[in-house]
C-alpha cells in the first residue's frame, strides 16, 4: 500500500511564518500566478539562542538561477542580462557594464571623452592670431566653429564674409555687411595689384569714379537702350503696340475675330434654339428646331394602353370612388386617399402596418397569423391593466370566457362571465363571474384542491370523491395526517426517504464501499476513500479519507 506524505504549502510567494511551522518541518511556496519564477523551499531551524527561524534552502528560484540549461530564458549566462547571475563562455569571458572607475587605457574604442576640452584661437607668444573664436569638442560628435577673421595682415579675403570688415584700428567701418536690416556698404578705395586707382570711393566728398570696363546686368535701370513692339495674333484675338521702352506702361487692344455664324436672334414661340458651341465656349452654329405640340400619355400598369393629347386639349385626371381622390391647383396636381377609404379587393402591405384608433375590427371567417409570439398590452409600463384573451358564448345567456393575467395580484385566471368585457380590466366581483374549468394534464406542483389522480407533489388537501379529507396537509400548523391504513408487503417506491427520526437513514442511495457517518436530526452521510489513504478527523472531529499532508498556510 502506498502512502503520500506531503509537506505544508502555500500556492503564494510568501515565505512562512515561524507560527506556521514546528523545528525541522519544511513548506514550499509555490507562486502559482507566477508559473513557480519565485517559488521557495523552507525549513524552521533553531538559532544559538533556541529562537525559532526560517531558512530558505532551495526551489525553483534558486535553480533557475544556475540551470546552464540554454533554453532555459532564466537560466545563468554569459551575456549581459538583467536579474541573472553570469556564467562564463567557453573563452572564460562574459559580458557586463560596469559602474564606477577604471584604471588602465581601453583597448577598443570610446564614445566621448571623460572630459570635454575648448579649442581658442589667440595670439600666443606675441605672434598675432588672424583667427579670432573658440569651439569646445568631447569626441561624441561633429563641432561647426563660428570664427573671424582680424586685424589687415591679410592681403586678400577669398570665399563669403559674415560680419563688417573693418580698418586696421578698428575705429573705421570699411565693410558693412547689412545684417541690420540695410543693403550692404563698401567704404573705401579699390585698388589694382600695381596700386592703380580701379574704384574711388568718393569719401572725400566727390562721387565715386569707376575707371575700367565692367561686364554683366545691371540690377535696375530706366529705360530700354532699344524699344520694342509688342503684337499678338491667332484665330480669336488680334492686337499691337509699338514703341515699348520701358518708360512707361502698355496698352493692347485686342479684337476679337468673326466666326461663321450670322449675327441675329433666333427661336420663337413655336421653335426653339438649336446651339452648338465649342471647346472654348464660342457659339458655332446656330439653327431652330419646331416645338411638338401633341402628349402621349400611357398606363403602363395595365398593359400600356396610350392616348394622345393634343396641343391646346385638356388633360384630365381621374379617381375612384372611396379609393383615389385628385385636386389640381397651383399648377400640380395632388393625388392621394379620402379620409375613409375602401379597398375593394385585396389588400397586400410588404412593410410594417401601424394602426393608431380605438378599435380595430377583422370581420373575416379565418384569421392567420405567422408569428409565434403575440405581444399584448405593449404600452403597460406601470401594470395597470389586465392582459389577456376572452371570447363570447351563448348557454342560455350571453356569456364571456377567457384567460388573463389580474394586474392586482399577478396570476393568471381561466374565467366565465355574464359581463360583457370593456376596457382593460376584468372585475372579479361581478355578477355571474365565475372560474372556469379546464381539463388537462398536469406536470410538476399543483396549489389548490384537486378532485381525481395526482401525480407528483400536493401542497393542500386531498379528498375522496365522496368529500371525506384523505390527506391532511398540515399547513394549520399540524404534522401532516393520512386517513386510513397500510395492510401487509412492504413499503416500497416511495417518493423520498424515510427520516432519521422515523428510523430511517434519510437518505435514498448510499455509495458503494462508504463509512456511513451520522449527521444529528438529518440525513445520514457517507465518506470514500482510495488506495492509500487513512481516514482523519480535524479540528471539529469531522472524519474524512486523504493522504498524509502538512497542510497549508
Not at 411638338?292 to 386639349?313: K, R, W
Not at 405567422?370 to 405593449?378: G, H, K, N, P
Request: charged share 15%; net charge negative; glycine share 14%.
Amino acid at each position: 500500500m502506498a502512502t503520500v506524505i506531503q509537506i505544508k504549502r502555500s500556492e503564494g510567494l510568501a515565505a512562512p511564518l515561524e507560527s506556521d511551522l514546528s523545528i525541522g518541518e519544511m513548506a514550499y511556496a509555490q507562486d502559482k500566478v507566477n508559473d513557480g519564477t519565485s517559488a521557495k523551499l523552507y525549513i524552521e531551524s533553531v538559532d544559538s539562542n533556541n529562537d525559532a527561524q526560517v531558512h530558505a534552502v532551495g526551489g525553483k528560484f534558486y535553480t533557475d538561477l544556475t540551470d546552464t540549461n540554454a533554453a532555459d530564458l532564466a537560466a545563468a549566462t554569459h551575456s549581459k542580462t538583467a536579474n541573472e547571475l553570469a556564467r562564463r563562455d567557453s573563452t572564460g569571458s562574459i559580458e557586463a557594464d560596469v559602474i564606477g572607475n577604471l584604471t588602465g587605457n581601453a583597448s577598443g574604442t570610446a564614445s566621448a571623452w571623460a572630459n570635454s576640452r575648448t579649442v581658442t584661437f589667440e595670439d600666443v607668444g606675441g605672434v598675432s592670431s588672424d583667427v579670432a573664436g573658440s569651439f569646445t569638442i568631447d569626441g561624441s560628435g561633429n563641432v561647426s566653429a563660428a570664427l573671424t577673421v582680424t586685424g589687415a595682415e591679410a592681403t586678400s579675403l577669398t570665399g563669403d564674409v559674415t560680419g563688417d570688415v573693418k580698418s586696421e584700428d578698428g575705429l573705421v567701418k570699411i565693410l558693412e555687411n547689412g545684417t541690420d536690416g540695410t543693403d550692404a556698404t563698401f567704404r573705401g578705395d579699390i585698388l589694382a595689384v600695381d596700386g592703380t586707382s580701379v574704384l574711388d570711393s568718393g569719401t572725400d566728398g566727390t562721387d565715386a569714379v569707376f575707371t575700367g570696363a565692367v561686364v554683366g546686368n545691371a540690377s535696375t535701370a530706366t529705360a530700354l537702350a532699344t524699344s520694342r513692339n509688342f503684337s499678338a495674333a491667332g484665330a480669336d484675338v488680334s492686337a499691337v503696340a509699338t514703341g515699348f521702352d520701358g518708360t512707361g506702361n502698355v496698352e493692347l487692344a485686342m479684337v476679337l475675330s468673326d466666326t461663321t455664324v450670322t449675327a441675329g436672334s433666333v427661336g420663337s414661340t413655336t421653335e426653339v434654339p438649336v446651339l452648338t458651341i465649342d471647346a472654348k465656349g464660342r457659339i458655332t452654329s446656330a439653327t431652330s428646331q419646331t416645338i411638338a405640340t401633341s402628349l402621349t400619355i400611357a398606363d403602363a400598369l395595365t398593359g400600356g394602353n396610350e392616348d394622345e393629347v393634343a396641343g391646346g386639349e385638356k388633360l384630365v385626371f381621374v379617381g375612384t370612388d372611396d379609393e383615389i381622390t385628385t385636386t389640381v391647383s397651383n399648377n400640380q396636381v395632388q393625388i392621394g386617399l379620402p379620409a375613409n377609404p375602401t379597398i375593394g379587393g385585396n389588400l397586400t402591405v410588404s412593410g410594417d402596418l401601424t394602426v393608431s384608433g380605438t378599435t380595430t375590427q377583422v370581420n373575416t371567417t379565418n384569421m392567420a397569423v405567422e408569428d409565434s409570439l403575440v405581444a399584448y398590452a405593449t404600452g403597460n409600463s406601470s401594470d395597470a391593466v389586465d392582459i389577456g384573451f376572452f371570447g363570447k358564448f351563448n348557454d342560455g345567456a350571453a356569456k364571456t370566457t377567457g384567460l388573463f393575467r389580474d394586474a392586482n395580484d399577478g396570476d393568471f385566471h381561466l374565467f366565465e362571465s355574464q359581463e360583457d368585457i370593456t376596457g382593460n380590466v376584468v372585475d372579479k366581483t361581478a355578477t355571474g363571474y365565475a372560474v372556469a374549468t379546464m381539463v388537462a394534464n398536469l406536470t410538476g406542483n399543483v396549489v389548490g384542491n384537486l378532485t381525481g389522480n395526482v401525480t407528483g407533489d400536493v401542497t393542500g388537501d386531498i379528498y375522496a370523491v365522496n368529500g371525506s379529507k384523505v390527506l391532511e396537509n398540515g399547513t394549520d400548523g399540524t404534522d401532516a395526517s393520512y386517513t386510513g391504513s397500510l395492510t401487509g408487503g412492504r413499503v416500497h417506491g416511495l417518493s423520498q426517504a424515510i427520516d432519521v427520526a422515523d428510523g430511517g437513514t434519510g437518505a435514498v442511495t448510499h455509495s458503494v464501499n462508504g463509512i456511513m457517518i451520522g449527521n444529528g436530526t438529518s440525513a445520514m452521510t457517507t465518506i470514500n476513500g482510495t488506495e492509500g489513504q487513512i481516514m482523519t478527523c480535524d479540528a471539529s472531529g469531522v472524519p474524512s479519507f486523504g493522504n498524509l499532508d502538512g497542510g497549508t498556510f
